[in-house]
Structures are given as C-alpha cells and as structure tokens.
C-alpha cells in the first residue's frame, strides 16, 4: 500500500471539518455503559470517532483491546524511576496474546470493506498468530502467511497452525520473507496485513487512547516502546498528533523507541548518522547506504527478541515522523539486558515476551544517562504475552547450563541475574520440607 508516484507508505489522513469528534476524551467514558453492544465493549472500536474510516456497523471485532495499564512498583524501582511514576500497558491480554490484535481489527475489517477473500502478511510470529485468529473466528477469510526459516517461536507459531492458517516457510529471514509476500500479494491479490497497511496503524493508535484513558485521560511525560517494523511508534505519533490538532490533549509526551542491538537499525540511522524527517524532508539517501552496507557485509538481524528482529523496518519514515512530533528518542539494548528486564516485570506479575521488555530495559539505560527523570510519568509498553515465547524464559530460569548455552549463549548472554531456578531435592518427604524451609 505505497504511492504509485513516490513509493512511499499511505497514511489514512481524516477531513476532521466533516466528521463528528468528541468534545472532551471523557466523552468515550460513556460508553461502557453500553458493553453489552460489542462496538463499545472493543478497546478498538469504542475509539471509532478518532479512525472513522468505516462506518462502525461495519467494523470487525473479537473482543481486542481488553487491556491493562498497571503501576509497577518493582519495575520503577528496577529503572530509577520514584515509586508510582512508571505503567506497564500489557498488550498480552488480547485474543491471540499480542498488541497485533489493535490493528488487525482494523485492517481485517478494511479488507472486508473492500472485498477480500484472502489476506496475507509476513511475521516474526505475532502478525501471523492475529492474522489467523481473525480468519478463523470470523470465517470471512483465508490467512496466508510467510515466515522465514528458524525466526519464529513455536508458541506463536503454534497458533498459526492451531488456527487453520496457509503458513509458506522460505529460506530466509523477516525482510526476505517481507519482500515475497508483498510480490505475491500484489500478483494473486492478496489483501496485505503488515504494517505496510495504513489500516493497521489506526487501528494501534488506540492503544495510546486506552493509555490516557488508564491515566484519566492525563498525559504521560513518556511513552516507551520497542522498535521492530516501526509501526506502533509510528501510530502511537499519529496518535497524538491527532489529539493535539483537535484540542483533546494540550501537549504530547516524549517517545522513545528502543532497538535490540542486534537488529539496531534505526538507532543507527537516528542516533549515530543523524537521519531525521526534517519537516518532511528527510535524506533517506542515509538509510539507503546503511542498508547497502548491510547487504555487502552480510548482516542479518540477530535477537533472542524475535518479534523485532527486523533489520529494514518497513515504517521508518513514519517513525522519524513520530520522532519529529514527539520530541523522541532512540536507543539499543543488549539481549542480556532485555532478559534481565523479562525477568524483573515477571516478578512484579506480568509475564512478558523478550520483545516487550525492551521497553523496560531502554528505560533503565535512559534514566541513568539523565534523559528520563527519575520523577517523570513513564508508560513502557509491553506489547506480547509471556507464553508467546517460552524457550526463552525457561532457558533464563534454567539450571541446565546446557540448555542456557544452546538457547540464550550464542546470542552473547552470560548470565541469569534474576534467575528463579528450580530447587532439585530427593523424592523423600524430610528432604523436602527442608528445602522448603531453607529457601522460603
């Protein structure tokens, strides 16, 4: 979905003149007096006024967007931050586990709008696992989806596959598998679901909405999320964009987009070769050598994080746009530090996909470089569900030091800090209750 003169992405742009918006953000509150109607029950759809690109009636829902946004007294303790300052919005919470379901909702029902009968995407494993949930629970559509070898996790995979999905593996990774299915889609006209789909995008600004909706409508200092294909922090800019022009917010919040450092492609481009969207304007001839370079050197992105293991993220100009909007950030966190973050959001009670706490770890690094202060009102996003991949955590808690080798070693990890490993005691009832009063 690109311009046919420029090729760069479409952006859904509204005629606010002509279309009915909300006095006051409290005017949505109104509506859960009426859940039973599943429009207002949707986390996505009862935001209708503010991506009115269909009529509501029209809209597809599952029941996405149930979400929580939590205070986390460990986790600021964790990051520097003072204790009632730091959120955690839990995107796991949705149907298939994962933020995905935002903006699936709403690119799905587009595809319905316009006829589709099938819909395609590339994924890491989140986008296929939404994608097929919608088809199936829907039985509007057939799901295809292309991932590359080895660069999926079973757990996300598995849904995939449970829910009756066309999955085509290929040789390669995310960014090959991406550059197939936009082929394929255009010669068998697939409807296409990446975040190359503007839809897709305004159907996760509301996860911004839901976020000032669990602030009473208030606006946060700080919004961190992680960076893979860009998307959500390109909606989340979009977002608040919006809201500014129309009145319903008198400032927007700082965003900072954190890359793993194995697939650091727009911390490279933002932070160490300067590439801005200046005004509109931006010399996208930088990220063009980079990604040259990559090519010639054979680099591949590499992350125990596989849902932004993405080294060509396909909304980056939209996200240096959001950057521009939002006075934001960029920065790079190790795998180690990632797990480390997993592991500290886990004790404070939310599980959490690798992906996800590199919010939490960019938000530690920011605040000890003085970016972030330690009194700021911070939201770090989480944006997928523990069980969506597994192998990580267990390996991290693990006591196989094989198993922490195979799976977390070769990606530079060398250590669990905040490992909770299981205790081995003989199948004897004394033995046993000693351990028990030894390490309880």
């Known amino acids: 979905m690109a311009c046919d003169r420029c090729g760069d992405l479409l952006d859904v742009v509204y005629d606010w003149d002509r279309l009915r918006v909300p006095g006051s953000l409290r005017d ?30 029209q809209c597809i829902t599952i029941g996405e ?16 931050i003072k204790p009632g300052r730091l959120f955690l919005q839990y995107e796991g919470m949705n149907p ?21 009968s099938r819909a395609a995407c590339a994924s890491t494993g989140n986008t296929s696992a939404s994608l ?3 088809c199936s629970a829907t039985k509007l559509m057939r799901a295809v989806i292309f991932i590359g070898s080895g660069k999926i996790s079973y757990g996300k995979l598995s849904q995939a596959l449970d829910y009756g999905a066309l999955t085509v593996q290929i040789n390669g990774d995310f960014d090959d598998a991406m550059a197939r299915v936009k082929e394929v889609s255009s010669q068998l006209g697939i409807y296409l ?4 789909n503007p839809f897709r995008l305004e159907g996760q600004k509301t996860i911004m909405y839901r976020v ?8 946060p200092d700080w919004v961190v999320v992680p960076g893979g294909n860009l998307g959500n922090s390109s909606a989340f800019g979009k977002a608040f964009h919006e809201l500014k022009e129309l009145g319903l917010i008198d400032r927007v919040p700082r965003l900072a987009v954190i890359n793993a450092a194995g697939a650091r492609t727009l911390h490279e481009l933002v932070e160490m070769r300067g590439l801005t969207w200046n005004h509109g304007k931006p010399k996208l001839e930088t990220a063009s050598t980079y990604y040259d370079e990559m090519d010639s050197k054979g680099i591949r992105a590499d992350t125990i994080a596989s849902a932004i293991e993405i080294n060509r993220p396909v909304n980056l100009n939209k996200c240096i746009r959001a ?9 790079k966190v190790t795998d180690q530090e990632i797990l480390d973050a997993k592991a500290q959001v886990g004790a404070s009670g939310l599980g959490c996909e690798p992906a996800s706490a590199a919010s939490v770890a960019g938000t530690k690094a920011l605040v000890a470089e003085g970016v972030i202060a330690p009194d700021d009102r911070v939201v770090c996003i989480l944006t997928g569900h523990q069980l969506k991949d597994p192998t990580a955590t267990v390996a991290y808690h693990t006591t196989d030091q094989e198993q922490f080798n195979k799976v977390l070693g070769s990606r530079g990890v060398r250590r669990a800090a905040f490992a909770n490993r299981a205790v081995a005691v003989p199948n004897n009832l004394d033995e046993i209750i000693k351990a028990i009063r030894l390490y309880s």
């Open 28 to 57: 949505f509150e109104a509506k859960w007096a009426r859940r039973d109607n599943p429009h207002h029950f949707s986390g996505v759809w009862r935001f209708h006024d503010l991506l009115p690109f269909v009529p509501v009636e």
């Open 65 to 80: 967007g149930q979400t929580l946004l939590l205070p986390s007294e460990g986790v600021a303790r964790y990051t520097g």
């Open 96 to 116: 298939s586990g994962s933020f995905k379901d935002n903006g699936m909702s709403a690119a799905f029902t587009h595809a319905r709008f316009v006829g589709a």
């Open 132 to 134: 097929a949930l919608y």
């Open 193 to 196: 679901v990446n975040s190359v």
């Open 212 to 219: 000032l909706e669990g602030l009473r409508w208030e606006v």
């Open 323 to 331: 950057l521009e909007w939002c006075g934001g950030v960029v920065r």
